[in-house]
Each structure stands twice: as C-alpha cells, then as structure tokens.
C-alpha cells in the first residue's frame, strides 16, 4: 500500500512545468555522472522541491540538453498518440494505453536524456583537452603568485576573504563561484590579461588524485587547506582517503607555505611540522586577542611582539577569525601594509547563504 501511494504520488509531482529542466539542474549539479544522477533521481520523491535553494546555470550544454529534452518529450507524445489511434482495439483500451504511456514518460525522460549527453561527451572531450592544455601554458608562463585552497568545507569562503584582503595591495584574480575543476580553471586562465599579480584558485576534490591533477595545472606558490570532512563520504567512501586527497596539495607544494585550519581535527593530525597552522588564536607568530562578533560584525586585534593591529570585518562568527587571521598572514607575506590589511578586512561582508544576515520589513534580522 505504501509502495503504490508513493509511486502514485511520484508520477503526479514529476508532472509539472519544472521537470525537464530539475532534471538537467540534477545532471549539471552531479557534474554530468550519470551514475550520480541516476541514484538523485531514484531517491527523488517531489521533483518541485529540486531547485528550491538553487537554480539551473544556462549554460550551452543545460541549453542543449533541455532542447534534446523538449525534442524528446514531443517526439514521444506524437509517436504514443499515433500509435494509440492506429490501434485496433476498443476505444477504452486504447485510452487507457495513451495514460499508461503518458505517465510512464516522467520515468523514461531522466534515462533517456542521458543518451544525447554521451554523444556529447565524446565531442566535448578532445576540445577540453586543448583548452586546459593552453591554460597549462599561459599559467606556466605567469608571473602572478598562485594561492591553491583546497578542503571539504569553506573553500569559496576562503577564496572570497583573500580576494577582498589583497586587492588592497596588489591586483588579484580569482576564479568565479565555483569553478574548480580542470576545465573550469581553464576557462577562467583563459580571461586572463596577464598583468595580475595575485591568482586564488578554488581547487575541488571529487576522487583521488584530484587535486594532484590541479596542482599540476596551477602550479601553486602558497597552498590553503580549510578542513577535512565527510563532505564527499559518497564518493571517498572514507575520511583516510578524503584526508590523502586533500593533502595531495602538501606534497605538491613541498616545502612552500602550506596553511592548514588548526580548527578541524583531521586537518591538524594531517598537518606537518613545517605546515603553518591558523585558528581563531592566531597563525605563525601573529597571535589574536580581544575577539568580539555580533550581528554587526567580528572585531579582534592582531599581535606580534610589540606590533598590534585593530581589525573590524562584517562576517559573523567566531569562526571566521582563523580564515581572517590566515588571509592577514599571507598578505604581510607579500608585502601588504598594515593599514591595507585592516582596510582589506574591513571590506569583507557576509556571502550569499553564509550567515548572511537579511533585514525583514518587520525588524527582524534572519541569518541565511
């Protein structure tokens, strides 16, 4: 009974105007594995709900694919229909078969988009190639201080606090949202001038050897390690090798900066020696003090010797001092002032759906 009421009530909520394209969003978001897709698509009861935080990225291939699903769509229900009529049976029977293939349509759709997103692949392969073979010169060729962040949790976070801090000083670029796979990386040395002084690149771990494959690509000077979680459990089936994963930026980097977030406990007992920690108490030798956070920000002062440095940011949380502290470090590392440090900080806001605080018409402050 439970079985048939929900089978029921799936086909009734795939019937609705959103579903070829929650349907391309699921593909697009399971970076286009069918495998991943499929099993999203198997545990999905109400597909209204799909894009209810996010939305679908109109890009040529989601643009392509939902085309192919429109041409799908209409090519089942004219061959269905055609079919129905020309049968010889009685006219009840022959309504019945034209629901029973309506209906079945939500349930063939997710399967067969897959068939023009294969073909696709095999077109779109060779050229990526040559994109990220031509970003592997230009950046090769760059005199820019690559900074590779890498972690479970709080990459876009991280990248965000740094491009703030250091374009108080120097002329940065970072890649957008969140381009952090090979090919997106590569699109983004694409825009490049050439003149930057300063690249943040967002790397992504999805399977081992991941960020290995990135550090070959960016060719990173200072590494950024966020934390380590279950995150990707799905897909690293355990932290041993979530952690191995990560740290594949360390043994890339060598004897470069590395900054681990002391904060998360595997990230910690991963860290070496000569790894420089951060936490809300500090990083290398610039230790924090007299931290405050409210709904109007996080205030804390920086201290080295007889050195102190008051800085006001408007992120929430005291989690968000060592990601502070850790940007502050690395820019007095490349030469940023004092004064450009606390104006850098200054200039951080909350980021969209990260303890972003939204004013309501009735007072009331709701944190995103």
Not at 205 to 218: A, F, H, N, Q, R
């Amino acid at each position: 009974m439970i079985s048939t009421t929900m089978t029921i009530r799936r086909t009734l909520t795939r019937f609705h105007p959103r579903l070829i394209s929650s349907l391309v969003y699921m593909l697009q978001a399971s970076e286009y594995e069918p495998e991943r897709y499929l099993e999203w698509v198997r545990r999905t009861v109400d597909f209204r709900a799909v894009q209810r935080r996010k939305r679908l990225r109109y890009t040529p291939k989601a643009v392509l694919l939902l085309s192919v699903s429109w041409a799908i769509v209409a090519a089942w229900i004219i061959a269905v229909t055609s079919f129905t009529l020309s049968f010889d049976a009685p006219l009840v029977l022959r309504i019945f078969a034209l629901a029973c293939s309506v209906a079945a349509l939500p349930f063939v759709l997710p399967r067969a988009i897959l068939a023009p997103l294969f073909l696709l692949r095999m077109a779109q392969v060779p050229i990526e190639r040559q994109i990220i073979k031509k970003a592997q010169g230009k950046i090769h060729q760059s005199t820019a201080v690559k900074i590779a962040i890498a972690g479970s949790y709080g990459k876009t976070t991280m990248k965000e606090i740094l491009c703030t801090v250091l374009s108080e000083g120097k002329r940065v670029a970072a890649t957008p949202g969140n381009a952090n796979t090979p090919i997106g990386i590569s699109r983004f040395v694409g825009t490049l001038r050439g003149d930057e002084e300063v690249l943040v690149l967002e790397c992504g771990e999805y399977y081992p050897g991941d960020i290995e494959k990135l550090c070959s690509l960016v060719e990173p000077d200072i590494g950024l390690i966020t934390g380590v979680n279950e995150a990707h459990l799905e897909r690293f089936k355990t932290l041993e090798q979530t952690t191995k994963t990560i740290f594949e930026l360390a043994d890339c980097l060598g004897e470069k900066p590395l900054y681990v977030n002391a904060e998360s406990p595997l990230a910690a007992a991963a860290a070496a020696a000569h790894h420089r920690l951060y936490s809300r108490r500090g990083v290398v030798d610039w230790h924090v003090g007299g931290e405050t956070t409210g709904i109007g920000g996080t205030r804390f002062t920086l201290v080295r010797g007889a050195q102190e440095i008051e800085v006001v940011s408007g992120l929430l949380g005291l989690q968000q001092i060592g990601p502070l502290a850790a940007a502050a470090a690395i820019a007095f590392e490349l030469g940023l002032s004092a004064a450009e440090v606390a104006r850098g900080i200054r200039k951080t806001q909350p980021f969209e759906h990260r303890l972003e605080p939204r004013p309501e018409a009735n007072g009331v402050i709701t944190i995103d």
